[in-house]
C-alpha cells in the first residue's frame, strides 16, 4: 500500500505501482443486488439456471460495471492519504472489460500511478492505471484508467 502525508506527495511516486488489494469474492448474492441496484437483469447475470443449460462456462457472470465498482472499496487497499480534507472519483479515461468474471469467483485490483496534476484549490489530480485480475486467470478481467481529486 502507498501511504503518503498530503495529496502533494504522491507526485514523487509517479510511474510506480500503488499496491494490490486483497481478494474479494464476487457471489450471486453481489451480482443480483447489482441488478436490482441498476436495474440490469440480463439473464447472463441473474438466471443461474438458464445460465447452466446456455452459457459455455456454466454459471452466471457479474456485470462489467459491477467489477468496475469495486475500484473505490479495493482502492482504499492500495493508497492512503493521511491528512486530505476531501477526494472525489472524477471519471475514467479509458474502461475496457477483458474478460468475464463467473459468479463466486475471486478478484483483486492492481494499480500503478500514472500522473499526479495541480488542480486548482490545493489539490492534485490523479490518474491511475488499474487492473482487475481474477484468481487463475493470466488476463486481467478489467483495465480502466481512472481519475481521482484530492484536497489537502
Do not use: C
Not at 504522491?10 to 494490490?20: C, N, R
Not at 480534507?85 to 468475464?100: A, H, L, Q
Not at 490545493?122 to 484530492?150: H, K, L, N, Q
Request: net charge negative.
Amino acid at each position: 500500500m502507498l501511504t503518503v502525508e498530503t495529496p502533494n506527495d504522491l507526485k514523487p511516486h509517479v510511474g510506480a505501482e500503488m499496491g494490490v488489494s486483497e481478494w474479494v469474492t464476487v457471489d450471486q448474492d453481489m451480482i443480483d443486488k447489482f441488478a436490482e441496484a441498476t436495474g440490469d437483469h440480463q439473464w447472463i447475470h441473474v438466471d443461474v439456471e438458464r445460465a447452466k443449460r446456455e452459457l459455455p462456462i456454466g454459471t452466471t457472470i457479474a456485470h462489467g460495471y459491477l467489477t468496475l465498482s469495486l475500484v473505490p472499496r479495493l482502492s482504499a487497499q492500495i493508497m492512503a492519504i493521511e491528512r486530505i480534507s476531501r477526494g472525489v472519483n472524477y471519471g475514467s479515461n479509458k474502461v475496457r472489460f477483458t474478460g468475464m468474471v463467473p459468479a463466486d469467483s475471486k478478484v483483486r485490483m492492481r494499480a500503478t500511478l500514472r500522473a499526479v496534476e495541480d488542480v486548482k484549490g490545493d489539490g492534485v489530480r490523479v490518474i491511475s492505471d488499474v487492473r482487475m485480475e481474477m484468481e487463475g486467470s493470466d488476463r486481467p478481467v478489467m483495465v480502466a484508467e481512472t481519475i481521482g481529486i484530492f484536497y489537502a
